[in-house]
């Protein structure tokens, strides 16, 4: 299984992305992503942030495949801001499509807990 920083890397590439752009549709400061991206960090966080950056990175890795608003196109970076945030809801795109997102993020093996119950 690829490495966060190694899923992050190819949805720049793939998704025609900045770094700022992914921290925008992440939710999360430009340097900590940025952390992740150029040095392999780690995120450190709660369990239940960890898995919504999980999440909402296999729904911009899933938009991404389809095509779905991605890669974005050659636009203005004052346009781009807005460009992400049209294209980052949780409810873009059909019924049928969101229904398979979730469906496939539900049926994801869960991880085993790690340290105190």
Same mark, same amino acid.
């Given at each position: 299984?690829?490495? /966060?920083? &190694? &899923? /992050?890397? #190819?949805v720049l590439? =793939?998704?025609? /992305?900045?770094? #700022? =752009?992914? #921290?925008?549709? /992440? =939710?999360k400061p430009d340097p900590t992503v940025r952390g992740w991206i150029n040095r392999g960090l780690k995120p450190c966080c709660p369990a239940r942030d960890l898995e919504e950056i999980l999440d909402a990175l296999e729904r911009l890795e899933w938009k991404i495949r389809k095509k779905d608003g991605f890669p974005v196109p050659r636009m203005s970076w004052g346009k781009r801001k807005s460009y992400i945030a049209d294209h980052s809801g949780p409810h873009q795109g059909c019924c049928e499509v969101e229904t398979e997102m979730i469906h496939s993020i539900a049926l994801r093996p869960k991880q085993p807990r790690r340290g105190p119950v």
């Open positions: 299984m690829p490495t /966060l920083q &190694r &899923r /992050l890397q #190819a590439k =793939d998704g025609n /992305l900045t770094i #700022a =752009d992914l #921290a925008r549709w /992440l =939710d």
